[in-house]
């Protein structure tokens, strides 16, 4: 069964440096987001993305965050400037469609670690 | 903003029995209502989901019930066996996100 796949599994990081968390969502799907999870707590929404445009994004996708589809196959979450609250799970996800009739597919996340 | 909660935070119970997890929600607008469970250090998998034109689903063990009228929805796992431990969220679509419950954590006793 195809797979979204992340990289890297871990990230660690110093406050204020960038950086860029990479994901290749399943070959066929048109629908890519990012979620966030931070250590404990609930899977938050941060961003989706279609036909190289965000779609939505949530109050937490502020200007130190940007999505990018560079080719054919990866997406990427570039953090510009680290902050310690953003250390996280960051889940990446796609999927068929936009609306309720595709499920979502996670990747396995990248753990992010800020110190 | 939209929101959904959940509840219980932890459930404890004995290998056997059943377990049920209920979520509310609060856009009336969402029609889409999966339910996902995560094992410690894992991605979430998707379990089983629901649609706003079914009143109930099933699978297997596992069963998923929607009141659209109270805005409510629940998870039942019957016949729990240890590998149901896990952390399990219930989710809402709302404006084409989905926006996730706090999770309860399951716990199956021997």
């Known amino acids: 069964e195809p797979e979204v796949t992340q990289t890297p599994s871990h990230q660690v990081t110093q406050m204020g440096q960038e950086v860029i968390l990479r994901c290749v969502p399943i070959?066929?799907?048109?629908?890519f987001y990012w979620y966030r999870q931070i250590l404990g707590q609930k899977v938050e929404f941060l961003v989706s993305?279609?036909?190289?445009?965000?779609?939505?994004k949530s109050e937490i996708f502020d200007d130190q965050f940007s999505v990018e589809r560079p080719d054919g196959s990866n997406f990427t979450l570039k953090i510009r400037s680290t902050k310690l609250e953003d250390s996280a799970m960051y889940f990446c996800?796609?999927?068929?469609?936009?609306?309720?009739?595709?499920?979502?597919?996670f990747g396995n996340g990248t753990r992010l670690t800020v110190t | 903003g939209e929101n959904v909660e959940q509840h219980p935070s932890t459930l404890s119970v004995q290998e056997g029995d059943s377990a049920v997890i209920k979520c509310t929600y609060s856009?009336?607008?969402?029609?889409?209502f999966p339910w996902y469970k995560q094992e410690l250090g894992k991605r979430p998998q998707l379990i089983i989901d629901?649609?706003?034109n079914v009143g109930e689903k099933k699978d297997q063990r596992i069963a998923v019930t929607l009141n659209k009228t109270a805005k409510h929805f629940s998870l039942h796992i019957t016949e729990t066996q240890p590998e149901d431990s896990a952390v399990y969220f219930c989710?809402?679509?709302?404006?084409?996100?989905?926006?996730w419950g706090a999770g309860t954590k399951l716990i199956i006793k021997p």
């Open positions: 989710a809402a679509d709302s404006n084409y996100q989905l926006i």
């Open positions: 070959s066929n799907h048109l629908y």
């Open positions: 856009d009336s607008a969402s029609n889409y």
């Open positions: 629901i649609r706003s």
């Open positions: 996800a796609s999927s068929n469609y936009r609306d309720s009739n595709s499920p979502l597919h």
């Open positions: 993305f279609y036909n190289n445009e965000i779609s939505e």
